[in-house]
Structures are given as C-alpha cells and as structure tokens.
C-alpha cells in the first residue's frame, strides 16, 4: 500500500515541480530530460526521478524479506539485499514509512540527497543506453571501452533487477518510456549461464554465455578506438562459484574458476592480449557481505590490446619458466601496494595472463593447444611457489612455525614430529618454548593461540624476538586496542612490522587453503589495516622527535 501510494505520489509532485518551475520563470520549452531537455519540464523530470529513487531505496526496506535485526546487533529493520540474491526469510520486520528510525521515507530521500550533492554539476554529456552488447555498440565517435562483464552464473542481474523496475516503471513509465516499455526486464538476452533460462539444460546455459561473450568481445574489437586499450572490470573471487577443480596430471593442481576462465577464453580467442593489470579498490569496506567476512574488495582492471600479428608459439616449459621469471617481481609489487590477501590470488591472474597471452599459443607436449583453465591453474601453482618461496626471508623460529600451523592450525600435535621438523628447520623445540610461542608437554606441543601469547610482551626486552610472534602480537593488539595500539606496537619492532606483515599473506593463503575462514579474516584483517597503522606510527614518532627538539 505505502510503495503503491509513494510510487504514485511521484507523478504528483512532478506536476507540482513543475508548475513551481514555470512559477519562478523556468524556460517552459516541454522537451523531456530524455530527449536532453533543460527548460523546466526537464528540471520537473530530474526531481521525479531523485524521488522515484527514493521509493525505490524504501522497497528494499517496506517487503516481506526485510528482517529485524535484534540485540545485541543493532536493533533495526534490516533491508532485503544484503546480498546479490533475494534471500528466503521465515518472519519479517515491517518498517514505518512516517517514523524516524530505519528504513522511514526520510532517511531514504536523505541518502539520494546526498549522492546529489557529492555528485559533480559539470557533467553535460552523459548518455545512457540500454542495448544487448552482443548485436550491438552504440555508435560513438571515438570508442574507448570500458566493461564490467557479467560472471558466468554468478548474479541473475535481470530478475533482480524486476523486484524495482515494477516501481521505477510505475513511477517513472512516462518520463522514460523507452525502457520502461517491457512489463517486466529483458532476459533472453542477458549473459548469465543460468540453467533454467534452458529448460535446466546446464550444457546450453554454458554455450549461450560463452557464444554471447566471445560475440561481445568481437564487436568491441571492431569499435574500439586502436589508439587506446580495451579495459576490462572483473570482481569475482576464483573460488566463487563453484567447489574446488583440481587438474588431473599435467602437474598441476590448484583451483581454476569456469567465471575466470570462460571470460579470459573470451577476450584471447578474439585475439585480445593482456597487456597490463591493475588492481582497484573498488567496493566499499563497510559493504554489508565485506563486514566480518573475507569478501573481495577490489576488481582486478585487465588492460587490453589488439596480440600482435607476429605472436610467437610457445611450450609448456617456457610457459613455466617465464611465468617464475616475471611473477616474483609483480607479487612483490603487489604486497608493496598492500593488496588485502583475499585479492591476492585475483590480482596475481593479471601478471600471469600478461605472460600467457602474449603467446600465440602455449603449447601443450602433445602438440595441442593449452586451455585457459589450465593456464589459470598454473598460475595460482606458480603463486603458491613464490609465495613458499618468501619463506626464506623468514627467521628459522617462524618457517617452524608455518609449516607446524600448516599442519595442525593451533590443535595439539605429537612432540616426535615437532622435534622432526624443528631439526628439519634449524632450531629446537626448546628454543620454540623459550621464545614463548609454543606449549609442550606429556609428549604433545601446541602453538600457543594469540590470547595465549603473554599479555605484557615487550619486544624491545624479549632477547629472542620471532616474525611470528611479532604478527601474532599485531593482531592480538589490532583486535583489542585498534589501530593505534598496533601502531605504538609497531614502532617498538621497526622493520620487523613490514615483515610481519609479509607473513600475513602467507598465512592467509594456508588458512584459505585449508577452509580455516576465521583464522583467514585475521590475517586479512591486518593487512588492510597497515597503511593506517604505519601513517599512526609514523606519526607518534614525528611527535617524539618534536618532543626532543
Ligand atoms: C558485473 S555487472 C556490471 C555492474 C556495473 N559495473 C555496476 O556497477 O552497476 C554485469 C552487467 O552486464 C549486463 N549484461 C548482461 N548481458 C548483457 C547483454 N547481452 N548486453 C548488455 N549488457 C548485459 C548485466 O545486466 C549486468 O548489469
């Protein structure tokens, strides 16, 4: 009843704006924002579509599969899309339009409000088009793309689209009735390989999403301007969409995704090459599926061009070596530019495909072409090498530690195999002992958890100072005195922070390996946090020398 009535009221206040408009000697020429208008009946559509928005903004909030979110929470009506999915609900919160707490029409308008007044005036030559990208590229002067494409099976964008186009078209059928024409949104042609769209065939499902894309990537390259490259977003974590895919024989055995690999297919088959990646934070921290867990928070920005006519062939083993040859160097850059471990797999595809599409064809030893999914699959080994490889830079305490945790996490483990490895590593289960890191005893040891660490540890007394004890203890203070706890503790260990921080990576990733989610937000966690932990150390210690001085 509310969303019908509000929906209705838009056209209302149009009229009204309108007529306010002329009032105060608005040019009255009649020509509508959508036919690029700018007297007062175009003014009169900009304000209905601000409002219809807000409309919009309250159904998330004013429907059955809004919830309440209780004590010790938040205590509020919780809205429908906290994911990219209409989620079943067993009960529901019902929100009042007129009051002042969450979700009242108020507080909706006020968010679309705030977007207008952050949003730049300057803007005069924005144009929106809505055409199905596998027959057509509106035709534009000169063509620098820039795609976002859809992954795989991941997002049914049309059908959720539906649960506000009813009330955009209710409110706003008039004003843009071009795309409001269709009851419901278009879907036959929209790329996603969902299944049921085919009578549940998966196999057509596939075939229509790989068809449509490689026809997408076609006539990109037909339109794109050749003075600049093609640039192509992807947030989709590998792991994503489906359970792991190991690769039989050919060495390999890592996780490679069907979303990753049918676009990458997509763009090389069509004769694209990467030739650059940029990582790019690109969804907000506070983003609801970012809070508390190990959501992406970047997308990775493909940089294309046109593979050289001359591309060379290549082997499987020159594949290989030109991949450990380039990738130690782009990971690096990668943590320098403190990628969040959770992107880091993600991030490391860009380099990796850098590598292999600059290739004609990889070869594989029985002469056949080399798929993607394999190609993928190596890359994500080649990361796991370099990444054991940085172990080196550790102390022998720390690769102690790494490879027990890889083992048996913080469980208790048998004291013959802790003593094994520690001769194995070069130091002793003593020494581990004695270095405060490590319980032992009636023949077991266990790594000490971080509440377990000793509460008044003071690096600059400790005579046997480790990399792991320093990032345990930095993520034990983050999580119990924030940034600026972290950051007095920082100061104290100096260059071993950065090193630290290292670690976290290579704890992050064993932990995703193993399912260990929790353990893997810890690590995670300090890593996006370091930047405003150095900027706050740094700081605290400018302080001091103007203190001296
Ligand atoms: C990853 S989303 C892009 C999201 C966008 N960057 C944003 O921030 O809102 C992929 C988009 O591709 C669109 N899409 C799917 N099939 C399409 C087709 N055949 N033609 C044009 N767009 C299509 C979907 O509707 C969806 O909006």
């Known amino acids: 009843m509310a969303l019908t009535t509000f929906s209705d009221l838009v056209s209302e206040a149009r ?39 807000a409309v919009d903004r309250s159904a998330d909030f004013w429907c059955t599969l809004a919830t309440w979110s209780p004590q010790p929470k938040n205590e509020l009506v919780a809205h429908a899309f906290t994911r990219q999915a ?34 730049s005036g300057s803007f005069r030559i924005g144009h929106v088009k809505q055409v199905d990208v596998t027959t057509t590229i509106p035709a534009i002067n000169l063509p620098l793309i820039c795609t976002d494409p859809p992954y795989y099976d991941n997002i049914g964008y049309a059908d959720l689209s539906d649960f506000f186009y009813v009330w955009i078209r209710r409110s706003l059928g008039t004003v843009y009735p071009d795309p409001c024409r269709t009851v419901l949104t278009p879907k036959m042609q929209e790329l996603v ?37 093609l640039t192509v977003f992807y947030a989709f974590k590998q792991t994503e969409s489906e359970e792991d895919h190991t690769e039989k024989g050919n060495n390999a055995s890592v996780v490679a995704s069907t979303g990753w690999e049918t676009m990458l297919a997509g763009l090389l088959t069509t004769g694209f090459a990467v030739t650059g990646t940029w990582p790019m934070r690109s969804e907000r921290s ?28 290549s082997t499987r083993r020159e594949f290989m070596a030109a991949l450990k040859r380039e990738l130690p160097d782009a990971l690096k850059k990668l943590q320098h530019g403190n990628i969040a471990p ?39 080994q080649v990361l796991d090498e370099v990444l054991a490889e940085q172990e080196g830079e550790f102390d022998a305490d720390t690769r102690w530690a790494l490879a027990w945790f890889e083992q048996f996490g913080f469980d208790e483990g048998p004291f013959g195999v802790a003593e094994t490895l520690s001769k194995a590593k070069n130091t002793s289960v003593s020494g581990l002992v004695e270095a405060g890191i490590l319980a032992a005893k009636a023949g077991k040891v266990q790594l000490l958890r971080r509440d377990e660490l000793a ?52 704890l992050y990733g064993i932990c995703e390996r193993k399912k260990w989610a929790q353990e893997a937000l810890a690590y995670n966690s300090l890593v996006i946090a370091w930047p405003e932990i150095v900027r706050l150390s740094v700081q605290s210690s400018s302080q001091v020398q103007e203190g001296l001085f």
Not at 33 to 51: F, R
Not at 94 to 109: M, V, Y
Not at 201 to 221: P, Y
């Open 193 to 229: 390989a969902i299944p049921y769209r085919f009578g549940g065939d998966a196999e057509k499902a596939r075939q229509f999403f790989e068809e449509g894309l490689k026809k997408a990537f076609v006539h990109m390259r037909g339109a794109q301007h050749p003075h600049y490259p």
């Open 455 to 506: 509460a008044d540890w003071d690096p600059t007394r400790d005579r046997r100072v480790i990399v792991w004890e320093v990032t345990q203890h930095m993520i034990r203070t983050l999580e119990q005195e924030g940034e600026t706890g972290a950051a007095a503790l920082v100061q104290k260990v100096g260059g071993l922070g950065e090193v630290g921080r290292d670690l976290a990576y290579r």
């Open 15 to 53: 009229e009204q704006v309108l007529t306010d408009a002329v009032a105060a000697g608005v040019l009255h020429d009649g020509v509508a924002l959508n036919q690029g208008g700018n007297g007062a009946t175009a003014y009169a559509d900009a304000v209905a579509t601000y409002l219809a928005l």
């Open 342 to 380: 959770v992107d880091l797999a993600q991030a490391a595809i860009g380099p990796g495909m850098a590598v292999f599409s600059h290739y004609a064809k990889v070869l594989e030893a029985d002469g056949t072409p080399m798929r993607v999914r394999t190609a993928l699959a190596l890359i994500n």
């Open 86 to 119: 209409l989620p079943m609900t067993w009960d529901f919160a019902e929100a009042n339009p007129f009051s002042t707490s969450g979700g009242n029409f108020a507080g909706n308008l006020a968010f679309i409000i705030k977007v207008v007044q952050e949003s």
């Open 286 to 313: 506070a983003r609801s599926v970012a809070i508390g867990t190990n959501a992406l928070a970047l997308s990775v920005v493909l940089v294309c061009r046109p593979r050289p006519e001359n591309a060379s062939l």
